[in-house]
């Protein structure tokens, strides 16, 4: 038996070796010659510099601004179905009048469908408004008071600081306890003292305090905050606000199962319910809503989709005037070294070495410039924007360094191309 041993052919090995020389040597021609007009450069390097900047930086701010939005609306859920008298979106054509007029959910509503639903995971009622929250000498006005069942932790993610959540009897009994967001708790208990086990006054009535929400923070959009809420049991919070079918404020939050990902079972069931529990005939309207979080994030996607469009044009129009610039900079750069281009050719230079010369000092100078840019809004996340926090995505690097180099290399070609097809003896004759 023979052993053959296969190595790659010698042929091969030297042409990859001279691509590889090819460039090194490409490279330092463009280093030496941007080196050597360093003043040139500088200015050339502006129009990519402010265009990078401006696509990169409005991408940036826009990509975070979406997040920190979407992350304030993390509170309605996931695998959720709002069953409401009011649309989550309006929209310019909002036609309020069509809506103002629908009863809204009832508790009788939220048993019959806990009742007779057969893809929900779980079902949960609640109602909220506004009032002042007292505890001796100290009061928050104005805090958004909400009344729950007891599923409600199941399709909310309630996170417990201290004490503990709601046990069944307590919502089922309707029994004056009360869970404190954090805000409150430091309005209502400034000194650190423990509030579990204290009693707080909610429009004069007594609650005792069995625990408290983890700090949730300040919303990007403000309003509505998780950390200045008071919650307490849906049959207690029925015996001081009003919960009829004519207000705004009463919602059944359902959740879906694993198996109905897009949760197409659970809104034809829902829809069939509610139409017969409110004896809704076949030619009517719906007179509800079931809202989902998905319809938020997508029209705020939509927006910004826009913003991103327009952030596009006017960086756009930056790198157009930059790698005009550029390609003036490049044109000049071929006619003051004409001279030198006729030698190299006549040492033997083929076209590709003159061309990747000239393309790779066009693709260097947008690249230094693209940097600068990219540097400058890194350093500007560092800046506090109070509650929006700016972050520079490895995305927008990887798109600011490819169209930095896309841009280097179309403003470099037409130069690179007419140095590339000089003639030799005329090229050397140039003065």
């Not at 995971?121 to 100290?138: C, Y």
């Not at 829902?270 to 004896?279: C, F, N, P, V």
């Amino acid at each position: 038996m023979r052993i053959q041993f296969c190595f790659p052919p010698r042929t091969q090995n030297r042409t990859v070796l001279k691509k590889l020389r090819l460039i090194y040597e490409s490279f330092r021609f463009a280093y030496n010659a941007l080196k050597a007009n360093l003043l040139r450069t500088i200015l050339s390097l502006l129009g990519i510099f402010i265009g990078i900047f401006s696509i990169i930086g409005v991408l940036t701010f826009i990509d975070s601004l979406e997040r920190d939005i979407k992350n304030s609306m993390e509170f309605l859920g996931t695998d959720i179905i709002y069953f409401q008298k009011w649309p989550f979106v309006g929209g310019p054509d909002f036609k309020w009048w069509e809506y103002v007029n629908r009863p809204q959910p009832t508790y009788n509503e939220f048993t019959f469908l806990k009742r007779n639903l057969k893809n929900a995971s779980a079902v949960s009622f609640m109602s909220n408004q506004h009032a002042v929250v007292k505890r001796k000498s100290n009061s928050a006005g104005r805090v958004e008071i909400f009344g729950v069942t007891f599923e409600h932790s199941v399709t909310f993610d309630v996170k417990i600081a201290l004490g503990r959540d709601f046990l069944p009897h307590e919502t089922d009994g309707g029994r004056d306890v009360a869970l404190l967001g954090h805000q409150i708790q430091k309005s209502l208990f400034p000194n650190g003292e423990n509030p579990i086990g204290k009693t707080i006054k909610v429009k004069g009535k007594k609650y005792t305090v069995i625990g408290t929400m983890k700090e949730e923070g300040d919303s990007f959009l403000g309003g509505f905050n998780f950390d200045e809420i008071v919650t307490i049991p849906y049959r207690s919070y029925a015996k001081i606000f009003y919960t009829g079918p004519y207000g705004d404020q009463n919602c059944v939050v359902i959740k879906g199962t694993e198996t109905d990902t897009k949760l197409s079972k659970l809104e034809g069931e829902l829809t069939g319910l509610i139409r017969k529990k409110r004896a809704i005939k076949p030619t009517e309207k719906n007179n509800f809503e079931l809202n989902r979080p998905e319809a938020v994030t997508g029209f705020v996607s939509g927006i910004f989709g826009m913003f991103n469009i327009g952030g596009w044009i006017i960086g756009g129009l930056a790198l157009l005037v930059g790698g005009f610039g550029i390609a003036n900079i490049m044109f000049v750069s071929v006619k003051e070294r004409t001279n030198l281009i006729g030698i190299q050719k006549a040492l033997g230079a083929k076209r590709l070495f003159i061309l990747s010369q000239f393309i790779f000092e066009a693709v260097v100078l947008c690249l230094i410039g693209g940097a600068a840019g990219l540097i400058l809004i890194f350093l500007i996340t560092f800046i506090p924007f109070g509650t929006l926090n700016v972050i520079l995505s490895f995305k927008n690097i990887i798109i600011g360094i490819g169209v930095s180099s896309f841009v280097g290399a179309m403003a470099g070609l037409a130069p690179a191309l007419k140095a590339a097809q000089m003639d030799p003896v005329e090229a050397i004759r140039t003065a």
